[in-house]
């Protein structure tokens, strides 16, 4: 994605961390996934858009949950630093997670 920077920080069954530097006017599409998702804003401003929720301004120390299966989406108004967090590991969490490059378990909890 253009303008992203990500990097997954830890990866087991249970929890996925990735971290992503997103550069300003960067946009991250409207996309789920079947984890529960909290992205914590650490530095810059990021517009967080939840379908159902509408959108949100997140500055550092902000964060927002989004359930499994909620679409969502993003802008990075300034550069901003991101940390998101999902649980459980998803097969779509893992896949990400194998194509950035982080040693994770062979298959995600109950797969």
């Known amino acids: 994605m253009e303008g992203v920077c990500s990097r997954i920080t830890y990866c087991s069954r249970d929890l996925v961390v990735m971290e992503s530097r997103i550069q300003r006017g960067a946009r991250v599409p409207k996309h789920s996934h079947g984890s ?3 992205t914590f804003c650490l530095a810059g401003r990021l517009l ?3 379908e159902g929720r509408g959108e949100r301004v997140l500055s550092p120390g902000d964060y927002e949950v989004i359930p499994p299966g909620v679409p969502h989406w993003a802008v990075a ?10 649980a459980p590991l998803t097969r779509d969490r893992l896949e ?7 040693d994770c378990p062979e298959e995600p909890r109950g797969a």
Do not use: W
């Open 48 to 50: 967080l858009g939840i």
């Open 96 to 102: 990400l997670a194998r194509r950035l490059g982080a």
């Open 77 to 86: 108004l300034e550069d901003s630093l991101v940390v998101d967090v999902n």
């Open 36 to 38: 529960v998702q909290a």
